[in-house]
């Protein structure tokens, strides 16, 4: 059976597209969710992606990945910088977890320079606009076919 990677979403990035083309491009999230699928399809993967405004809903989806999932590529917009539920959550699932941003969240303002997600996750990957996703659906491809089914490491 194929593998199933969630690509889930947070606040606002239902707005791409449409506003502040200059630091996110101007690419739909839906016109990035098909470029990911394409990806994942290409490497036999099945792909459930979604977007919530609310951190409740993407903490349930976290749980919902952990059960139903075999990774999990994250883009936790603002709450990245702000969630330690959403962290807790992550750590809670024994799933490989991949974060990504659209923008290069280092050259910008201070406080995003933090990452609540980043410690949960296998690796980051930031700035590179709507391809972001699918250079972590390729780095998720990696990692759950060198190992099966990849456990998360034990911090
Ligand atoms: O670069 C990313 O992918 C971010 O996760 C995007 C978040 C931001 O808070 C993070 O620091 C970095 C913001 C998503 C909001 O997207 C908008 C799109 C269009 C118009 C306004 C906001």
Not at 51 to 60: F, P, V, Y
Not at 83 to 111: G, K, M, Q, T
Request: aromatic share 6%; proline share 3%.
């Amino acid at each position: 059976m194929a593998k199933t990677i969630f690509v889930l979403n947070g606040p606002n990035l239902n707005l791409l597209g449409s506003r502040e083309p200059g630091i996110y491009g101007r690419e739909t999230l839906i016109q990035i969710a098909a470029r990911t699928e394409a990806c994942a399809k290409a490497h036999g993967l099945g792909l459930e992606f979604r977007q919530s405004n609310s951190e409740a809903q993407l903490i349930e989806w976290v749980h919902e990945a952990g059960e139903n999932a075999d990774g999990l590529i994250m883009n936790a917009g603002a709450y990245t910088h702000t969630s330690i539920a959403l962290l807790d959550a992550l750590r809670a699932v024994a799933l490989p977890v991949i974060e990504v941003h659209l923008s290069n969240i280092f050259a910008r303002e201070d406080f995003r320079h933090r990452s609540y997600v980043a410690p949960a996750a296998q690796g980051v990957i930031s700035g590179f606009g709507g391809q972001s996703y699918e250079l972590a659906i390729e780095a998720m491809a990696r990692l759950l076919g060198s190992k099966g089914k990849a456990k998360k490491k034990k911090k």
